[in-house]
Every structure is written in C-alpha cells, then in structure tokens.
C-alpha cells in the first residue's frame, strides 16, 4: 500500500471540543472546552513548568545542576500521563514517562496529599543512578488531580568512585546508593530517618541535601501554581483541555508519520570498545509505518559487565530522540505526541533492556546516543529530507586530586566543556560549533574558564574548535571543541568516560568525509614534549608542568560535499574552521595558499570529475 | 540664569518623541517620523513642531535650554541589523573562540528546530587573532606576552580594514598589564581604529562575558561615536550652552564622549528611563514598588522596581550576545498593537511574536495588511474609536479588520468575529501576564505589592485586564503615556557605572581590607569623573554593591551596600546583606555556610534638578458634560456579548474627575479601557489613577 507522500496537511482545529469521555468523576455530561481556553491553560502549564526549571536552577548547589543544567522538570496528570515537558535534557524525555507509571504503580493508593516521593533505580524505569527523581502528587479536593515531577544529575550516588562513574564495576551493586520509590515526605511529614538514611550514603552531603531540597522547591512551586489553575478553571475543565492537548500532540505526531510511505527501515550503528575488550557492539533500529502510527524495535547483543548497559527506561529515551531528530516538533511536549508509535526494546538481558545486576552508569551516553543514531538512521530511510546529520557522541573526562588552593581538599568534577561536541548538519543549514553532545542536543552550558580555574587548581590552556573535525557535506558538521588543561601545585586524576574516539559521527543524504581521523575525538598527553594519544577509557595521572587535552567530536554533514557552494567552502578556509587540503580532498575545492584565491578551473574539473 | 525649558528627545525606531518641560509646570509632547538615515533631519522637523506650538525660534528655545538629551537606538539597531564596525579582537592563544562556543548552549525553544541559525559572530573566526600570553588566577604571569603576535594581528586588521578591534585577555582583571601593552600597540599601529580593551569596559571575572562585551562595544563603538559627533554639533550649532547628555541603557545618562567610549552602554537605553518615570508618578503617593509595562506595535516591555531599586541585569544575554555591563532589566517580547494572530500546527489560537509592522501595519490601517492583529480585535471589540487614532487624523478601516479576523481566525476556529477577536485580546493578554510574571515572581516578588504604570499607545487598552489577572490593584496612566520614556529622559541623573574584581571566600583571616581599597579606587575615580562633569560633592551618590555567593555556587546574587568602612568587623553587616537577598530571591539562606565575594560595583550618580510636574485644572467629581463622547457598543465578555459603554474625551476631563468602569476615555495618543468593577480618576498632574474596587 504507497501513500502519496505529502506535507503534512494542517489540520483546522474542531468547532467546539468535547472530552472523548467524562473525565471528571462528577461529571454528568462532556465538559465543552473553547479554543480559547485552551490556549490559556497551555499556557499557564508551560509557565509552571518554566517557574519549577527556574526554582531548581537557582536553588540548587551542584554545578551539575546550576551550571550544566542536568535535570528535566515535567507535570503528569492523574492517570497518570505526561502533561509538559520542558526543553531540558532529551536524555530525560522519554524515561520519565514509563518511571511515572511505575513509581505510580508501586504505591498504588497509598498516596496522599503531602507526600513526597523520590526514586533513581533503573530496575523501577529509572535512567541512571545518579538522575535522582522527585514526584509530588497534586490533590484538589481530596482527588488526585497532577504529579509534579523533578529529575536532576546529582554529583554522588555513593559507590566506590565519586562522581558515580566505576569503569570497573561488573555489578550495579558496585556503581552507588539504588533508591527504589521510597516516601520521603509522608503526608507532609518530612521523613528525617528515610533522608539521613540516603545522604549519609552520599559524598558532599551538604551538596546532595540542598538539592534536594531545590528538587523539594521546584515541586513545590508546580503544585501551588496548579491548584491556582484549578481554582481558575475547575477540575472537569482542566481535564478537558489537557486531554484536548494531547490529542491534538497526537493528531501533529500521526500527521507527520502520515506523510511518510508506509515500510519497514533499518538503521544500524556501532558502539565502539573504548576499552572493555567486549569488541564492537551493533545496535539495530526497525522502524515500521503503517499508515499513521510506528513501530519502533531495537535488537542490540546481550548486556556486558562493563558501564555502558542500558536499562529499559534509558533506552526509551535514546528511542524518543531519535524520533524527535525525525519529527523536530516545537514545545510545548506531551505524551500524546507517542500515542501513534509503539516501542520494542528487544528481549531483556541486552545492551539495550538490560536486567539487574548490569552496571549501567554511563548509559546516558554510551550506548544511548548509538542507540538514537540506528533509529535517526532507520528514518532517514523513510523521509531523508527531514533528518539531520549525527551529533557529535560524548567524549568526556571527570578531573580530581587535592586542591594546593584548599588546603588539599579532595575535588572532583565532571567537565563539561570536555564533552561538548560539534552538532549535525541539517537539510537547511551548517551543523551548530560547539553544541553538543547527541544525548544533550544543546541543553547543557559549559563553565566559564576563569570561573573553572577559580574553582579547581588548573590552567586551561585551550577551549577551542578544531579544524576539519565536522563532517564533510553539502552542509557542513559542526567543529567539535579541545579543552587543554595543565594541573597547579599538585597530581591530577584525569577519568575518561564516553567514546566516540574511531567511529566519527555520521552523516546524511550522501555525505561522505575523507580525514575521518580528525573528525573523532581523543585525548593526548604531553609530558615534557613527549605526546601520547589514548582512544581507551582508562585514569591517568598528569602532572604540574604536563598537559591534558580532550578532544570532542565533530557533527555529521548533510549532502554531497563536492556541491557545497565554493564560496562557503572559502570562508571554511578563510575561518580555519576547514584545512586547505580538506577543502581539496573533501570538496573539491582547489585554494592556492599562497593568495587564498580559488582556482576555479581546477575546482571545476576536480569537482567534475567527483 | 534660570532655563527657561528641558528637552528630552527620544529616537525610537519609527517615531522620535519629544518632551519639552517647561518651567513652571507645563509638559508638552510631539512626535515626528524617524530618520534613521540622519537622525537631524528627525531632530530639525521636531523642533519645527515645538516652535510652531510655542511661538518661539528654534535658537531661542535651545538656548533656554537647561539641558537636551537624546535617547537613541542607533546601537540597538545596529545589533539588530548586524550593521556594526568590522571588528577584530585581540585575544589569549587558545580561547579565540570562546564568543562562537557561547558555553556550548543552543537556546531552549529550538531544541529539535533544525533551521535555527547560530548567532551571527561580531568578529569573524579570522579575525580573532590568537596571541602567545597568559596571565593566571592570582595575576601571576604564566607566559610573557608575545609581541610579535599583536603586531601581526595589527598587519592583519590593517590589510583586512578593519575599523574596531576589542582586545581581551584570560583573567586580565587580574593584571591588565598584557592587555594595556597590547592596546599600545594598536593605537600605535591602527591610530584611526575604535579600540575596546576588556579589563576596561567590563572588568570582572568571566572571560566570555568580558570578551562578549569587548567585542559588542567595539562593534558598535564607531557608530555611535559617529553619531554623537552630529548629534552634539547640531545642537551646538543652535547655540547649545550645554553638552547634549545621552541616555544609557543603566537608566542614566552620561555625555557623548563618554558614551561612545563605552557604547555597549547605549545599548537598549530606549526602555530603560520607564523606571525612574514610573517612580517619579508614584513616589508622591508614597508608592516605590512599580512595575511598568509599555505596549507599542510590535514589543511589549516590562521594568520592575522594588523599594525604589530597580531591577539590574548583569551578565546576560542579549539579542543573543553575551553582556556583562549592568543594564535596567527590560524583559520585551513579541506583544503589540500589530502583533498578529495565527494558528499553529496543533489547532490553537497564537498571538505574536511576528508583528506586521508599521508597514502592512494592521488591517485595519488600510494599508494592504490582510493579517489579523491586537488592533483588529479591539476595533472590532469596539475599544478603539472607528473614528481613528490620533483625534481622528490617522482613520482606521474596521470592515478590513473584520475581514482579516473571519477570514484567518474565526472560520477556522469555528467562532463569531467577536468571539474571535476576543479571543485575541485574552490570549494576547495571558502573553503580557507570563512576561510580568517572568520579572515579579521569578525574581521572588508578588506582584500583588506593586502599582502597575501603563506606558506606550496600546498598553491603557489592556491594562485593567492585564492587572486584574495578576492581581494588581492600582494603575496608573500617564496622559504622556505614549511618550513616557522621553519623559523619564529629562527626570533623569548621571549615572556611571565602575567595576572591578576581587574574588575572596569570607573566611576567619580573609584580607578584607582589600576589599575596601578596590572600593576607594572606584569611587576615586566615580568622583573625578562626576566633578569634571560639574557636580558638587552634595550632587553625588555613590552606591556600593558586591556580587555574592555561598561557596559552590555559580549564581550570584549582587547586594546593595551603604558605604561603610569594610574591615573584619564591619565585613558581618555585609554577609547579613546577603543572606537576606537570598532568602528574598530563593526563598532560603544558609547563615551557617561560607560565603565568597566575587565582584565590585560603585554606581555614581549625579544628581540633577527635576523638572515640576505638569498640572490638570481642578474640576468635581463628575466629568462635565462636555467630556462625553456619548456611547459605543464594547464587547467585554468571552461569549461575544456587546455592552452599551460611555466614551469619554480626556482632553475634556478635570482633576477630580471620577470614571466608572465599563468606560473609554479617548486620549490623543492613546485610548484607556475601564472595564468592569474599575474606577478611574485624572489626578492633578495629569496621570489617570485606576483602582480595581470590585
């Protein structure tokens, strides 16, 4: 059966909306909600939403959280479903549904007004360990009516290595504290044995408990803000709108499924060994349209005791983003929008549905954002002109040692400038410098270089973009950035984590690159001169005088190269952002050095020749 | 000599408002068309107008002039635009591209949006030249500076024509003694080009800001200067006999010279004077909590000040570029008379950012527009006179705004024209109230506590229900609302900023001593500076504030400091200041944590005389029967019902007067709606006081 493949049609919107059914308990007959209202009540949901982001962000005294912007804040209503989502971390966007559901199906009705939950265990849908979750149920007139939902990247989970991180852990027993849903206020009551039980696992307590209570603040905050809506609206009228929301985010998401011809595409990728000897691990995508609804099902090999495991809630994550590279829908988000598109994770016990006891800490990245690039790929088989290129995979290095300026305090951090990587091209336009990586898709900020060097006893010799390392295409990849850092007055612990050091992020519609070695990421040592380049994950110790330098991937490009117009190819050059034998051997472009001109008749007959 | 007048002449992007205050009490507005193009051509038409309206020769009123100021968009523009100087910046090998990495963020809203480009770089990646140099943490010099390397970028800019360089190094703020070598260099080399050195214009920690803001005003240094110099010798030549004095976007002003050095201070200087006008109409109440909102055809800006401070930001971004230098915070978003309204890929009804401008304009200007605006709805919700804006002068075409809503809007959606345009004015409204919100309660301010001032043509139309919403209580609409930031223009002081660093954690032996000394220096400076512009030391004030934080965090809070002596003792009443910030802004403090100093500000201000304010003859409680306009049929309510409302001419009114609402009161240049459960009275000083009685 071929469709014929259209825009997606605009759909005017109904006269008057009805709720399919009575939502509300008392109500007798359909709530009738206008259009107008319904542009109000959205509105107000997205500016609850913004006020809990900006509580957390304030509030909250790890950098993870204040600088990085490692949280996600969302509403769910009773049943209960995703109501709003911010653009917080896409890592987070999909595991917070099916950890809603479960946390909600643990307590069943034990839940009442004042309590408080939180939970971080991916055997309960949790996505890593370290993303500590808050849900606050919302009652109006003694009846559940929301949950307000709080999900941060804390700095320590207990464990063996600070930060969470244990390359050498083969148990998740051996990664940190697991926190199954446990009531941390109950009724109101703060529970001060359940609290002390859990920080007194947890290093930097006073970090650990004032975000928590910035995670408390920003539940706090939506609650107060949606009862006001209720008392504005009522309770059978808010209902009606937010099932109207979601299925109008249903009807957009099966438009643009609609659009695509009916079929069964493939897309695979390859998770790189960066060090645990298992090999090369292939993760496969099956996306099959039918009409307007998607399957989605994920095949990967069985799950390993090294870091890099996936837990079911994770990977629904890894499946939604690549989704969205395909949908590119503009907030607000809801959890209409995946009504049409079912998901199959593969049998439990593989890298991608993992089963306890997998460790599991560094799934966020690996091997999430290979699992995104097999269902991004599978797409671009479906509707290449709506993809984008792969995004730079994260890349990064976790620094510690004992501060010469603190009196040889312990410090440790995750950097993140080390792991933002070039972002991929569109069908539109050049891949973004410096932006990503995929799982991030923007979302984080990287410190200041002074505020760094105020903060740990280092000099950072270099945050820059490098040459040639997007990919080639008709639009070019982002440039991925180097970070060279040198210790103060003491030994530096450097930990590498991520991968993405031989397999450079890929490209679309054609493109193809030629010094794939610079598009990748690495890390290099330089001790007195002497240079040393490491593509495995392992912990090195730099000393004064020696210097560190981690290197992020570029973007994918989009489209042939060699039709890149010549002029962009120039101001690349002109820029440094592209080598002159790059824009040789990559596009085709001949620049005499020496005057910076292009000669066009060589151009031509290179390009010709192509 | 006792002057005669003050002018306050404001260049806004379409039209350029001028306020004459006369001594004595009389305050007068005119309006002529912008001309971006040579802005004296704007000025020499408005002078026109004044001496027509008073009867005197331009020359005459000029010299009777106490002072003229000049509020200018012509660096706002120029960002917009991206029409500043070429620019090349001079910078620490290694950290050229910290202005194109922005710390590695994409702007939330555009997450997945795959045609959302990155910012347009002010110096272009070949033109930020890499130098061997490196100063660190404790001002230490880690590697000498390489001069060769800044010779070789003069060569570069040189060959390349370039016309502004900015010159920042890593932690500069620390030792400028690099970036002042550096700056010799060039201005050896490049005489003729604007130079911008980072320790100056923003010395405080953080490179990228200080390098943004270098860059920024180097940007838009040349232009400014250019404008300035005609500015200054037009009134010059019209026998001026004092300096013109420009608006800053620190709510102060400062003269030409001084602006063009620092450019980046000229800003986004247009809204910035809505505070201290909002002040001066309340503070005789004994009112200094006040939000003020100014609704023009495309923008709707928003300024909050508390207890007389008004709101600052700092370190910002800034149509997308990066700026540390304090500025009045205006949030502005897409929400005016001409913002349009449209529906989305999901069904619903949208209001804005897009605007049609003053060209389409509305449909109902009948100009060609056929998109459905704010201005539409109220014509068809009947708030605005069919008669037209402007006393009649400029006419109004409603069959084209009925066309454009039914056609875009209410067919689609399935509603009556009214309901529709209803619709427009709710969704249009509930807009403005998130914006007011973004400023009051995410700041930690209920904005229960505050007077609303309505600023700008469209905002009186809105107003009430604007406060209604949030739970405002009393607005005030100034008659000169359309030409309210003219006005704070000319009620405006000197103001300069002076910045420094001194990163320090607040424990037991901490030197805070030296925190006293870099205060010393500042406000060494903030005085000479102040007396060479003619203040006595009575005039001046000078404000210290401290930028704040626990240790660990990143955020800081800035505190507002009396000028005391700091040493180890008093060095407590400051730490007290700053928990008690925090517990206002986030609702919790930490008096047992440790606490970290991270930046220095003196604010200088030099006071000058105001102007009186205007005066409205005295009439009684109901307005005379002159002033009435009769009835037109208003819709209020969402269901589309019309209700019979009396329209009222202001020009006619009296102080005293008291209006009950459902009610218009026509302006010139503007138009008030009471709605329900409001009563409006005209004060003495020209300004309508609504209270919502309901």
């Known amino acids: 059966m071929a469709k014929t493949a259209s825009k997606p049609a605009k759909k005017p919107a109904p006269k008057q909306v009805a709720a399919k059914k009575p939502v509300a308990r008392k109500a007798a007959k359909p709530v009738v909600v206008d259009p107008i ?34 949280y996600s804040n969302a509403i769910f209503d009773h049943l209960p479903e995703m109501v709003i989502q911010g653009q917080d971390i896409p890592i987070h966007l999909g595991s917070l549904i099916p950890a809603m559901k479960t946390v909600a199906k643990f307590f069943g009705d034990d839940i009442a007004p004042g309590d408080v939950i939180y939970h971080n265990d991916p055997a309960y849908s949790g996505s890593h360990i370290v993303d500590c979750c808050m849900y606050k149920p919302v009652f109006y007139d003694g009846e559940l009516a929301f949950w307000t939902v709080c999900k941060g990247h804390v700095t320590d989970i207990g464990g063996p290595v600070p930060a969470g991180y244990n390359p050498n852990a083969t148990e998740i027993y051996a990664e940190g504290l697991r926190i199954p849903p446990v009531k941390l206020w109950d009724k109101g009551k703060r529970r001060e044995d359940v609290i002390n039980f859990m920080l007194t696992n947890m290093r930097a307590r006073s970090d650990q408990e004032g975000d928590l209570n910035a995670q408390f603040g920003a539940c706090t905050v939506g609650e107060r803000n949606l009862i006001a809506l209720l008392d504005k609206y009522g309770m059978p009228t808010v209902r009606a709108c937010i099932e109207e929301l979601k299925r109008m985010a249903d009807r957009h998401m099966r438009s643009l499924i609609a659009s695509v011809q009916d079929g069964v595409y493939h897309g695979s990728a390859v998770v790189e060994d960066a060090g645990h000897g298992f090999g090369d691990l292939e993760i496969k995508a099956t996306v099959t349209i039918i009409g307007d609804t998607c399957n989605i099902a994920i095949s990967s090999p069985p799950q390993i005791p090294y870091f890099i495991n996936s837990y079911a809630g994770n990977s629904m994550s890894g499946v939604y983003l690549g989704l969205m590279m395909f949908a590119q829908v503009p907030p607000p988000y809801n959890e209409g929008l995946y009504r049409c598109v079912t998901t199959d994770l593969g049998p439990m016990g593989t890298l991608c549905n993992a089963r306890e006891p997998a460790p599991h800490v560094n799934c966020t990245t690996t091997p ?49 400038a080390t792991i933002i990587s070039g972002a991929g091209a569109t069908s539109k336009l050049d891949g973004w410098h410096a932006c990503g990586p995929l799982c ?69 519609a054609g493109a193809v690159s030629v010094y794939t070695d610079r598009k990748v990421g690495r890390l290099e040592v330089n001790r007195g001169g002497v240079r040393e380049v490491v593509t495995k994950n392992s912990i090195i110790t730099i000393k004064p005088g020696e210097r560190v330098t981690n290197m992020n991937p570029g973007g994918g490009g989009y489209g042939n190269p060699k039709q890149r117009p010549i002029e962009a190819v120039l101001r690349d050059v002109r820029d440094r952002i592209v080598s002159i034998e790059a824009a040789r051997d990559e596009y085709g472009v001949i620049i005499d050095p020496a005057t910076a001109r292009v000669d066009m008749a060589a151009t031509h007959k290179l390009r010709g020749a192509a | 000599m006792a002057y005669r007048y003050r002018l306050g002449v404001d260049a806004g992007g379409t039209f350029t408002d001028f306020v004459l205050s006369v001594r004595g009490g009389d305050v007068r507005l005119y309006k002529t068309p912008s001309t971006p193009q040579d802005p004296t051509l704007a000025l020499k038409a408005g002078l026109n107008l004044i001496s027509a309206d008073i009867g005197e020769p331009v020359p005459d009123i000029i010299a009777a002039c106490d002072l003229c100021i000049n509020g200018t968009t012509v660096g706002l523009n120029a960002l917009l635009q991206h029409k500043g100087a070429k620019t090349g910046l001079i910078c620490t090998a290694g950290h050229e591209d910290s202005i194109e990495i922005r710390l590695g963020h994409k702007e939330d809203g555009y997450r997945y949006d795959a045609e959302y480009p990155p910012a347009k770089m002010l110096a272009e990646r070949y033109l930020r030249v890499p130098v061997r140099e490196r100063i660190v943490i404790d001002g230490s010099i880690h590697t000498p500076m390489n001069e060769a390397d800044v ?101 102060g002003l400062a003269e030409g010279q001084v602006l063009s050095a620092r450019a980046v201070y000229a800003i986004n200087s247009g809204p910035a004077s809505a505070p201290q006008a909002g002040l001066y109409l309340t503070e005789p109440m004994g009112q200094r909590n006040v939000i003020t909102v100014d609704m023009g055809g495309t923008s709707f800006d928003i300024t909050l000040t508390y207890q007389g401070a008004t709101n600052v930001t700092r370190n910002m971004d800034f149509l997308r570029y990066r700026i540390g230098v304090p500025m009045i915070q205006v949030e502005s978003l897409g929400a005016g008379g001409g913002s349009i309204a449209w529906i989305d890929d999901f069904g619903l009804l949208n209001v804005g950012p897009q605007s049609a401008g003053a060209v389409p304009g509305p449909a109902c200007y009948g100009k060609g527009g056929t998109a459905p605006t704010v201005s539409d709805a109220n014509i068809m919700l009947g708030y605005l006179s069919p008669d037209g804006l402007l006393g009649g002068t400029f006419g109004l075409d409603r069959k084209a705004a009925e066309k454009a809503i039914k056609d875009k809007i209410a067919t689609p959606l399935g509603l009556s024209v009214e309901r529709a345009a209803h619709g427009i004015f709710t969704i249009v409204n509930t807009n403005m109230v998130n914006g007011i919100r973004r400023v009051s309660v995410e700041k930690g301010f209920d904005p229960r506590d505050f007077v609303l001032v309505g600023a700008g043509g469209a905002t009186a139309a809105h107003i009430t229900s604007l406060a209604r919403e949030i739970g405002i209580k009393r607005v005030l609409i100034p008659k000169l609302a359309s030409g309210f930031c003219a006005f704070g223009q000319i009620i405006a002081d000197v103001k300069h900023n002076y910045l420094a660093t001194r990163p320090m954690r607040l424990e037991a032996d901490a030197p805070v001593e030296d925190i006293e000394a870099r205060f010393n220096k500042l406000e060494q400076h903030a005085r000479a500076q102040l007396h060479g512009d003619g203040f006595k030391d009575r005039d001046i004030k000078l404000i210290r504030s401290m930028d704040m934080r626990y240790a660990g965090q990143v955020h800081e809070c800035t505190v507002d400091i009396a000028t005391f002596k700091i040493d180890a003792k008093s060095i407590e009443k400051v730490k007290t200041a700053f928990h008690a910030k925090h517990q206002q802004l986030f609702t919790y403090s930490e008096p047992n944590s440790l606490v970290e100093i991270v930046n220095l500000e003196v604010q200088a201000v030099g006071k000058m005389p105001k102007p009186t304010p205007p005066a409205t003859p005295k009439g009684s409680r109901n307005p005379p029967a002159a002033a009435s306009r009769g009835t037109r049929k208003l819709v209020l309510e969402a269901s589309g019902r019309s209700t019979v409302t009396p329209i009222y001419d202001g020009s006619k009114l009296k102080a005293g007067n008291k209006i009950k609402g459902p009610a218009v009161i026509e302006e010139p240049t503007t138009t008030i709606l009471i709605t329900p459960g409001w009563v409006a009275e005209l004060d003495e000083h020209a300004t309508y006081i609504l209270n919502d009685v309901a």
Request: with cysteine.
């Open chain 1, 440 to 508: 991030c898709f923007g979302a984080l900020t990287s410190g200041d270089v002074e505020l760094l060097e105020y903060s740990y006893p280092v000099v950072i010799h270099r945050y820059g973009l490098m040459t040639d390392s997007g990919g080639a295409g008709y639009f070019r990849g982002g440039s991925g950035t180097a970070w060279e850092v040198e210790p103060i007055g003491h030994d530096m612990t450097a930990i590498m984590f991520g991968e993405g050091r031989r397999i450079p992020a890929m490209g679309a």
């Open chain 2, 151 to 251: 010779r070789a970028a003069c060569e570069l800019f040189r060959r390349e024509k370039v016309e502004a360089v900015a010159i920042s190094f890593v932690w500069s703020v620390m030792n400028p003694v690099h970036e002042r070598r550096a700056a010799e260099i060039v201005a050896e080399m490049l005489p003729d080009v604007f130079l911008s050195v980072g320790s100056e214009v923003y010395p405080q920690v953080r490179e990228y800001t200080r390098t943004s803001t270098a860059v920024v005003n180097a940007y838009l240094g040349p232009i400014l200067e250019k404008y300035v110099r005609r500015i200054d010798g037009y009134f010059r030549e019209l026998g001026a006999q004092h300096p013109v004095r420009y608006f800053q976007s620190n709510g």
């Open chain 1, 368 to 416: 999430m954002e290979t699992l995104t690039d097999a269902v991004r790929l599978a797409f671009e088989q479906a509707a290449p002109e709506r993809v984008l290129a792969s995004w730079g995979h994260a890349n990064g290095l976790n620094v510690a040692g004992k501060n010469p300026r603190r009196n040889g305090d312990d410090y440790v951090t995750m950097v993140l």
């Open chain 1, 37 to 70: 209202t319904l542009s109000v009540v959205r509105g107000v949901l997205e500016t609850t939403q913004r006020e809990m982001t900006l509580t957390l962000e304030q509030t909250a005294r790890s950098s993870v959280f204040n600088l990085a912007h490692d």
